[in-house]
């Protein structure tokens, strides 16, 4: 069975700083997507980052990176040059072969101070 | 280019009542899944559906179902609702079973009572 596992309900961070929201994993397969994505309090998912299982290097995109350690099974997000936009729910996932089905961790509620 | 729309965006629903969730895919894009966000948690997949065929289906009763029509529309049906139901419902969308990018609705959000 796959499992997500995010052990940060809150983080607050200083506008302009960087952070990092953490995710482990659990799956048997072999073949697996790890995906980021944004939760705004109108309820939309936005779509961050994506790592696939075979991809050597971390995946970047602008300021969001993420941070993939296969034999520790964590996917963490670092979101540099923090923004007050970026104040919003953030839920990692993970994806078998078939990518329109994904499991999702818990979420951690981002908040960035002024 | 419109991107996922879900219809209606709140509703309200009695204990027993049926209720019918409808969801519309970026243009060109056949797979679409169903996710249930209960307040608190994260979203939990319900099924997905792929050129009209289900493809998958989570740990919901069959009080849930759905269908995926020629236009690769489609409806999510709940039967006999219960408080725990209430929910913000997310249907998302991919060009296929493969594509490493799903793109989401802005949710249904359902509340019983």
């Known amino acids: 069975a796959q499992k997500i596992t995010q052990t940060q309900p809150g983080m607050f961070v200083q506008e302009k700083e960087a952070v990092t929201l953490d995710c482990t994993y659990d799956t048997s397969d072999q073949s697996y997507g790890l995906f980021w994505y944004k939760q705004p309090s109108s309820g939309e998912m936005i779509f961050l980052i994506y790592?696939?299982?075979?991809?050597?290097q971390n995946a970047t995109e602008g300021r969001y990176s993420l941070n993939f350690q296969k034999a520790r099974k964590s996917a963490n997000l670092v979101i540099s040059a923090s923004q007050l936009g970026d104040s919003a729910m953030y839920f990692c996932?993970?994806?078998?072969?078939?990518?329109?089905?994904?499991?999702f961790g818990s979420g951690t509620k981002l908040n960035v101070k002024p | 280019d419109a991107g996922v729309t879900q219809s209606p965006t709140h509703l309200i629903k009695t204990r027993g009542q049926h209720v019918t969730l409808r969801c519309s895919p970026i243009s060109g894009h056949k797979s679409v899944s169903w996710y249930q966000q209960v307040l608190g948690q994260g979203p939990q997949f319900i099924f997905q559906?792929?050129?009209?065929?289900?493809?998958g289906r989570g740990n919901f009763p069959d009080r849930f179902s759905a269908r995926q029509f020629p236009n690769y529309s489609s409806e999510l049906n709940v039967n006999a609702l219960l408080l725990g139901d209430s929910a913000l419902y997310l249907c998302?969308?991919?060009?296929?079973?493969?594509?490493?990018?799903?793109?989401f609705g802005q949710g249904t959000r359902l509340t019983v009572v």
């Open positions: 998302a969308s991919s060009y296929d079973n493969r594509d490493t990018e799903a793109f």
């Open positions: 996932a993970m994806g078998k072969y078939n990518f329109n089905k994904f499991y």
């Open positions: 559906y792929y050129e009209k065929e289900e493809r």
């Open positions: 790592q696939g299982s075979y991809d050597e």
